[in-house]
């Protein structure tokens, strides 16, 4: 991401937005992990104050570097800032709330019902062209998850307890508001700035998660301090690439490389926590590596299309 990505105007360039895209999803996984050895005993709420308020500090960086840190504020769409940052931090909320009331590997096969939602709501709000082909490599993306996670989808074996339910709700919900966010970025990415949108983002959610301070809020170890602020450095600079990403493609081209975390998970897995991946984790890995590739592929053949006919188009002198 360089200076330009600050910039307020969209650029049509698949696979930047891809590549964004993807290093952010590798950087939420390096924050996810962190908060997973933080431990089970951290509030919601204040996992979500520590991600939100933290990340302001690479963002203020970047505001730095872009020369716009007097202006970091400014802006011509305060409700929509106000929006988009009330909307994350309830999907954030949900979500940490559901991964600690569910198993992992069910917890993020709920999540990613994210990207297949976006690609709808995109179709459907913003009249993005949703063709046939991106339709498909979505299905197959949402796939390949089910064939890693479904072997260990505890409904399958055993009854569904009250708590259990609940965090199945709120991980869907969280999904659902997941996706309503990325499509209100999409909307603020043509008249503001990436940095401005992440800083009224990371200022709205640590302001709401406060609220949650009277309702058990613990005092962390210096260990899981440092996790839980390692957390929210890798959420500022993850949630700055995930937000320019959308300055270069549609949402709906986009959303199938949510996919992707699950690949890095299994890397981790292996590495950090001695979790070896079984052939039907290869396997559904396989097919999400394929999904994304297709798209690659697809939206590399477009654009050059797309040259040829803006080359053919353009008065010849």
């Known amino acids: 991401m360089d200076k330009a990505t600050g910039g307020a105007k969209p650029h049509h360039d698949p696979l930047r937005g891809i590549g ?3 290093l952010s999803v590798v950087i939420f996984v390096g924050m996810q992990t962190s908060i997973k050895m933080a431990g089970t005993g951290i509030p919601a709420g204040e996992i979500v104050f520590f991600r939100s308020f933290f990340a302001l500090v690479p963002v203020c960086i970047y505001l730095a570097w872009l ?11 305060l409700a929509g800032h106000f929006w988009r940052g009330t909307i994350g931090v309830t999907s954030m909320g949900l979500g940490f709330f559901a991964l600690t009331r569910l198993p992992y590997p069910e917890w993020i096969t709920i999540s990613y019902a994210s990207p297949l939602l976006t690609v709808v709501f995109a179709a459907v709000f913003l009249k993005e062209v949703v063709r046939l082909y991106r339709w498909s490599a979505v299905v197959v993306g949402l796939v390949g998850i089910l064939v890693v996670s479904l072997p260990n989808l505890s409904l399958l074996s055993e009854g569904v307890s009250s708590e259990h339910g609940i965090g199945m709700a709120a991980s869907l919900l969280a999904a659902a508001v997941a996706a309503v966010a ?11 700035k990436t940095a401005t949108i992440v800083v009224y983002f990371s200022l709205t959610s640590s302001a709401i998660a406060l ?8 005092w962390p170890s210096a260990q899981q301090a440092a996790y839980l602020i390692f957390a929210g450095l890798c959420g500022g600079v993850a949630q700055l690439l995930l937000t320019a990403c959308y300055r270069y493609a ?3 081209t986009i959303a199938p490389f949510e996919y992707t975390s699950m690949i890095f998970a299994i890397v981790i897995g292996a590495t950090l926590f001695g979790e070896a991946a079984s052939a039907t984790t290869l396997a559904g890995g396989a097919i ?3 999904a994304g590739i297709f798209i690659i592929v697809r939206e590399h053949r477009l654009g050059i299309q797309r040259a040829k006919a803006r080359k053919v188009a353009s008065p010849q002198g």
């Open 288 to 290: 999400v590596i394929s």
């Open 67 to 77: 020369g716009d840190l007097k202006t970091a504020l400014h802006t011509d769409d």
């Open 182 to 192: 990325m499509i209100q970025i999409r909307r603020l990415v043509r008249t503001e």
């Open 20 to 22: 964004l895209k993807v």
């Open 250 to 252: 549609d949402a709906s």
């Open 211 to 218: 609220l949650s301070l009277p309702f058990g809020w613990v």
